[in-house]
């Protein structure tokens, strides 16, 4: 592999995490007036709707799967992680709600191989026992800085590794492009079901926002899988964390967010441990919050 074709996998991977970051502070904005409800289905409405025209040039056609049960699930698991990670970006720092997000890498090992019987490398375990160590010091069981949401937080990253599991079984048959579409597809049915009972009309800054929300996540996305395409995910996958980064800072300009000390140590080890893993698991696992997306 060339050094530019890694360099410019490292931007475009550094230029996702600060579009991505841009994602959960739009979220935090919406959600002081909209419920979280309503917030997930405009995400997947809009994501479905920027993938028309790709479908559309691929050929209606192609849509065609054998595999609709393995999309439902990996479908399911992502609007599930979407759920918990945009209500803890609602109730927590920032910083702290992406965070928790991105400790996927550190849940993958374990449900591939209970899913689909990967051994788990034995380097695999010092990454995760560093990320697993971050998590205690963020989360604190026992002090009262220990949230609900917090836990929640936790739970998206759990889910998003299901839903990162489910992807990489299906692209042993399915092209990225068709399990993106399901996801985006199952996703909006999925979030539209609660919209009659939770259904507020936006004003228009917040519909000029959720636009917003919904370009940019596109345009990440798309940043996401340039990354992937320039350099291996063991090489580009830790540049991933640089929305970490770019959240805290967003939550520090914006609302006066500041992470205490054992914040910033936990965030440290998690995001220690998270590259780590990618390196010694070799595996694309590098979250989007919002999709849960890792769709590359």
């Known amino acids: 592999?060339?050094?530019?074709?890694?360099?410019?996998?490292?931007?475009?991977?550094?230029?996702?995490?600060l579009l991505f970051a841009g994602v959960g502070a739009c979220v935090r904005v919406l959600s002081e007036s909209l419920p979280n409800e309503m917030v997930v289905?405009?995400?997947?409405?809009?994501?479905?709707?920027?993938?028309?025209?790709?479908?559309?040039?691929?050929?209606?056609?192609?849509?065609?799967?054998?595999?609709?049960?393995?999309?439902?699930?990996?479908?399911?698991?992502?609007?599930?992680?979407?759920?918990c990670y945009f209500y803890a970006v609602a109730a927590l720092p920032l910083a702290e709600a992406v965070l928790l997000n991105y400790t996927t890498p550190l849940f993958v090992p374990f449900i591939a191989a209970l899913w689909l019987q990967e051994r788990i490398p034995p380097k695999l375990w010092t990454g995760i026992g560093i990320g697993f160590l971050g998590i205690l010091f963020i989360l604190r069981p026992?002090?009262?800085?220990?949230?609900?949401?917090?836990?929640?937080?936790l739970v998206s990253g759990i889910l998003a590794a299901f839903a990162v599991t489910g992807v990489r079984r299906l692209t042993h048959t399915e092209p990225a492009w068709r399990i993106v579409f399901y996801f985006s597809l199952v996703s909006t049915l999925v979030a539209a079901a609660p919209l009659p009972?939770?259904?507020?009309?936006?004003?228009?800054?917040?519909?000029l926002l959720l636009i917003v929300m919904g370009v940019v996540a596109s345009l990440g996305q798309l940043l996401l899988t340039?990354?992937?395409?320039?350099?291996?995910?063991?090489?580009?996958?830790?540049?991933?964390?640089?929305?970490?980064?770019?959240?805290?800072?967003?939550?520090?300009?914006?609302w006066g967010e500041v992470l205490?000390?054992?914040?910033?140590?936990?965030?440290?080890?998690?995001?220690?441990?998270g590259i780590l893993t990618i390196r010694y698991a070799g595996a694309a696992v590098a979250p989007a919050p919002e999709l849960p997306a890792r769709d590359k």
């Open 226 to 254: 340039r990354a992937y395409s320039h350099a291996p995910a063991a090489q580009v996958g830790p540049f991933s964390y640089s929305t970490v980064m770019f959240a805290a800072v967003a939550g520090w300009l914006l």
């Open 41 to 83: 289905f405009f995400r997947s409405f809009l994501g479905l709707v920027a993938l028309l025209p790709l479908v559309w040039h691929r050929g209606f056609a192609n849509l065609k799967t054998r595999h609709f049960r393995g999309h439902l699930m990996r479908g399911l698991a992502g609007v599930a992680a979407m759920y």
């Open 197 to 207: 009972l939770r259904w507020q009309t936006p004003d228009a800054s917040l519909w």
């Open 142 to 153: 026992g002090q009262e800085l220990f949230t609900p949401a917090a836990l929640i937080g």
């Open 260 to 273: 205490d000390l054992y914040s910033i140590t936990g965030a440290l080890l998690v995001c220690l441990g």
């Open 1 to 17: 592999m060339r050094h530019d074709d890694l360099k410019r996998g490292a931007i475009s991977m550094i230029g996702a995490g």
